[in-house]
């Protein structure tokens, strides 16, 4: 399935090793009720998967889908929870007996030796190694996309086909982002990477060697476990994600799969950031990885993640274990009623209301209502048991201000008021900017000399740039115009050919009388009303006559001169061009449509004219919201049919043909009796008959000027839709930026000067102060040791923290003496 793509254990495996408890068979193979192994004939499908939306690799899934179907390579086993870790079969797996693909065992790759399969899947392989230098067993994930890679003898990976280059491209960048996000982590509950590089013209990431169960699989032992001792264990993993939010990244992908229990001390660790992005505050909608019922709603709509993006997916992974059941897709929730059992009514009895209360707020599908960040989410959690986080505790008072008001961290505890009480006191107090922004302010005005002297070479580079992208936006202009116009073309000529198949014509055509007009003339008149576009129908023998019309004056004449009539009564339907009536004297389209018998004989002819009004209508609209942009409208005779300067409309844009003049004059097409030349032949060629949209240069008679077109052809008809603009326009605006930059780069650099070196002040003072209270706790001058704090940068959180650090401090201090006191006291006494 194209909207679809599995991400295989060969590629989003485990990064952890096999365990002792469990087996399961190589990917691809499974196992018989005799015990013997045999390749799968149809997948399975786990429910909880990992899909990745088709914003990213919905062209690499078609390719996968096509593959899999052309060829006889074995299908990727998908029973496996892709992300969980890979566990050999007590036989040894044996990926060399089911695929060629894998390096040989012995096979050394610099300091590491292979000596085992622990998983294949799609997109790699995931080897057991041995780091010969340390003599210490390590897991190698390998890149290679069996779907379009293989391996060459000499055991270097390359595309099966030159059209995969990019698929295979894409997916190498995409390993090499995983290896250097989990590179950057150190902490023992997060699955650490000792090192990754590129060999064999693919990549590979060395990872620590772990055994142990997931946490899917442990929970099924442990379901019976108290409350408090799981959160002791989950609160070390609940550190570790902070660790990874606070570099500036997601993981994107929790759930009990990717959750492993340590076998010898039981610990948790946080396995596959194969879909961590780097967290930047808007839209992430590039790779968009979701795992039904552990995805929040923003994954799948690509909207704004964060921190609250992995909370939802804990508190799923929470609610899975409370209930045994995972939450309805996000999706789900989001339409309609949400039909989910809160945790507090699953769980009640079994669990305390606070942490039930917790699970429930991380699940809301809103993003906003949800806890902001980990450590807020963890203090909920925590609610029953607030004594197990100790000094933690302590430490989180290091928020209060000497005001006594508390630094709101929690997002959903906050008002929008005092959203933007804070925003402005933190606006018009520089000192409390975070120290990112002032470094960075300071070096953007620094390099802001030196950027203007640049930004002079470049322009004339990026004038060819903008001018590009604004002769872009002319054609697109145009297409969507062009779109309209063809949307109501289409609109009506399906309009004319109901008209031409209804029986109450036919019936009027094949017996005429008074009672049949009567009725036809009625309902010819609804017609009219009911659709504003028309402005008029009528109804013609095989003779030319007009039996019945809407507009009275049409009764009795004979069109059969008309090259409309000419088609219709041969039984082919027929558009006309612009046409200007030589009764009503007004301009329209004409629709012709031959209505025939029940023997397929023609029996007379329907007309129905468009109002030409109708179309301009569509481009004046356009022309309102690009004031900027003239448009008008060319039929096939390069005759200009609209325009909103209406001395030019019925103009050629340049000479016409000596026939095509003689028959417009004859037909009286345009109801004049000659057909003036704007003389504009480099914009007659471009435009005039054009079957695809773009753009050209010409020179405009009318407006003196030079401009350039953007253009587009209207499907249906032989019209162009035109927008242009005067080339001038398009370097106006640089050019007068840049003088304007330019005289007041002295006085605004100098400016700019003064404020950096206030900022470098600010920086360095708070710096200093925190030095010298370090330097006063190493003689045990503890009130010297105390910092006064004035602002609310990261320089002052520390600041506070470490005061709080230095009160607990000293209260443990005169403890300590307290009770050495009592002890010479007690002493004594005996």
């Known amino acids: 399935d194209s909207e679809r793509t599995l991400v295989d254990p060969g590629y989003r495996a485990s990064m952890v090793s096999p365990s002792d408890e469990t087996t399961i068979p190589d990917p691809g193979y499974a196992r018989s009720k005799s015990g013997d192994w045999a ?7 786990d429910d909880d998967k990992t899909e990745i ?35 050999p079969d007590s036989h040894t797996v044996s990926a060399w007996a089911g695929s060629s693909l894998a390096l040989p065992r012995g096979h050394k790759l610099f300091e590491y030796r292979i000596d085992n399969v622990l998983g294949q899947g799609g997109f790699g392989i995931t080897y057991l190694a041995t780091d010969v230098h340390l003599n210490s067993k390590v897991a190698v994930k390998e890149y290679l996309p069996e779907y379009f890679a293989c391996r060459s003898s000499d055991k270097t990976v390359s595309p099966r086909r030159h059209e995969d280059r990019d698929a295979y491209q894409q997916g190498l960048d995409s390993f090499l982002v995983e290896a250097r996000t989990l590179a950057t982590f150190r902490h023992p509950n997060i699955v650490r990477v000792a090192r990754f590089f590129e060999s064999n013209e693919t990549a590979y990431m060395v990872l620590e060697y772990e055994r142990g169960l997931s946490l899917k699989e442990w929970w099924k032992q442990q379901v019976q476990l108290p409350e408090q001792d799981f959160l002791s264990l989950l609160n070390p993993l609940l550190e570790g994600l902070m660790v990874v939010h606070s570099t500036g990244f997601l993981h994107r ?35 968009c990885v979701v795992t039904p019922g552990y995805a929040p709603h923003e994954q799948y709509v690509g909207g704004d993640q964060g921190p609250w993006t992995d909370i939802y997916a804990l508190g799923a992974t929470l609610y899975w274990m409370v209930t045994g059941a995972k939450p309805p897709a996000a999706p789900e929730r989001m339409e309609g009623e949400d039909h989910m059992v809160p945790a507090v009514e699953a769980g009640e009895g079994r669990y305390s209301r606070e942490f039930l209360s917790a699970i429930d707020w991380a699940l809301r599908p809103v993003a906003k ?13 925590f609610g029953a048991h607030a004594a197990s986080l100790g000094l933690q505790e302590a430490l989180q008072k290091g928020t209060v201000d000497e005001s006594g008001e508390g630094m709101v961290t929690s997002l959903s505890a906050g008002t929008v008021k005092g959203y933007i009480k804070r925003f402005v006191r933190t606006l018009i ?22 950027m203007l002297i640049t930004a002079y070479y470049n322009l004339n580079g990026s004038t060819k740039a903008v001018s590009d992208s604004a002769l872009r936006n002319l054609e697109l202009l145009a297409q969507s115009s062009a779109g309209r116009v063809s949307q109501l073309l289409h609109d009506s000529r399906g309009l004319a050919q109901y008209i031409a198949t209804d029986d109450d ?17 009625k309902k010819l008149d609804g017609l009219i009303k ?23 004056r049409i009764v009795g004449q004979n069109y059969k001169f008309r090259d409309y009539f000419k088609s219709a009564v041969q039984g082919k339907a027929m558009m006309t061009g612009i046409m200007v009536g030589k009764t009503t004297g007004l301009a329209g389209i004409y629709y012709a449509n031959p209505v025939f018998d029940h023997n397929k004989k023609v029996i007379g002819v329907v007309v129905m004219r468009i109002k030409a009004e109708s179309f301009g209508d569509i481009l004046n609209e356009v022309h309102k919201t690009s004031p900027g942009h003239r448009l008008f409208l060319v039929d096939g005779n390069g005759v200009i049919i609209h325009h909103d300067n209406r001395d030019v409309i019925y103009h050629s844009i340049a000479d016409l043909p000596k026939p095509v003049m003689e028959k417009i004059l004859a037909n009286e097409t345009y109801g004049r009796d000659k057909i003036p030349s704007l003389g504009m032949p480099d914009l007659a060629t471009a435009v005039v008959g054009a079957k695809k949209s773009g753009y050209a240069v010409y020179y405009s ?119 050495a006191n009592n002890t010479v006291m007690a002493a004594k006494k005996k």
């Open 39 to 45: 390749p799968l004939k149809a997948p399975e499908i």
């Open 53 to 87: 939306d088709p914003g990213f690799r919905k062209q690499q899934a078609q390719q996968l889908a096509d593959k899999a179907k052309s060829s006889e390579i074995p299908q990727p086993d998908t029973a496996d929870a892709p992300n969980q870790p890979a566990k």
């Open 253 to 287: 992908d929790i759930k009990p799969d990717n959750i492993y229990v340590r076998k010898e001390d039981g610990s948790l660790v946080l396995l596959d950031f194969g879909a961590a992005r780097q967290a930047s505050g808007g839209d992430i909608c590039e790779d």
């Open 369 to 381: 209502d949800r806890p902001q960040n980990i450590n807020d989410f963890r203090k909920a959690l």
């Open 429 to 450: 107090h520089p000192a409390s900017w975070p120290i990112t922004v002032k470094m960075t302010l300071a070096m953007v005005i620094t390099a802001l000399l030196p």
């Open 505 to 521: 014509f036919q019936n009027f055509l094949v017996k005429p009388g008074a009672e049949g007009k009567i009725g036809l003339q």
């Open 530 to 552: 009911s659709n504003p576009d028309a402005l008029l129908m009528f109804v013609m023998d095989t003779n030319g006559t007009a039996l019945a019309s809407t507009d009275p």
């Open 701 to 819: 008679t009318v407006a003196k000027a030079n401009k350039i077109v953007g253009y587009a052809p209207v499907r249906g008809h032989d019209w162009v839709v035109a927008v242009n603009q005067t080339v001038d326009s398009f370097a106006e605006p640089l050019n007068q930026m840049f003088y304007n930059v330019l005289y007041s780069v002295v006085l605004v650099g100098l400016f700019f000067l003064l404020i950096a070196l206030l900022f470098a002040r600010t920086i360095v003072q708070p710096i200093k102060a925190l030095t010298d209270a370090a330097h006063a706790l190493k003689s045990g001058d503890y009130d010297n040791a105390h910092i006064a704090v004035a602002t609310n940068d990261e320089i002052g959180q520390l600041a506070r923290t470490f005061n709080v650090m230095i009160d607990v401090l000293r209260q443990r201090e005169r403890e300590r003496q307290r009770q």
